[in-house]
Nanobody, 116 residues
């Protein structure tokens, strides 16, 4: 069955960086599109990025210019590089497939805490 497993979250100071990973199995990876979302306490889930099978990507306005998503087909893994992190980036980050409007499968999430 489809499995998505996020990793790489943790505590980081403002201005710092983290790289999240999403390990995928159970579906045709090469043709898949993957989305990243995040959900802060008491808030709705927010779209962060989407990367298509051809490697093209788009980003939410709040992370544009700071976050970069990529894929390694050989490792069946997607990545979210997050630079210049801000306290408002604190959230649980999820990967899902495919991209909106219809995301059928989700991982369990990884917590990112940006705090001094």
């Amino acid at each position: 069955q489809v499995q998505l497993v996020e990793s790489g979250g943790g505590l980081v100071q403002p201005g710092g960086f983290l790289r999240l990973s999403c390990a995928a199995s159970g579906f045709d990876f090469d043709s898949a599109a993957i989305s990243w979302f995040r959900q802060a306490p008491g808030q709705e889930r927010e779209g962060v990025s989407c990367i298509e099978s051809d490697g093209s990507a788009n980003y939410g306005e709040s992370v544009m210019g700071r976050f970069t998503t990529s894929r390694d087909n050989a490792k069946r893994t997607f990545y979210l590089q997050m630079n210049n992190l801000k306290p408002e980036d604190t959230a649980v980050y999820y990967c899902g497939t495919p991209c909106p409007p219809q995301v059928d499968y989700w991982g369990k999430g990884t917590l990112v805490n940006v705090s001094s």
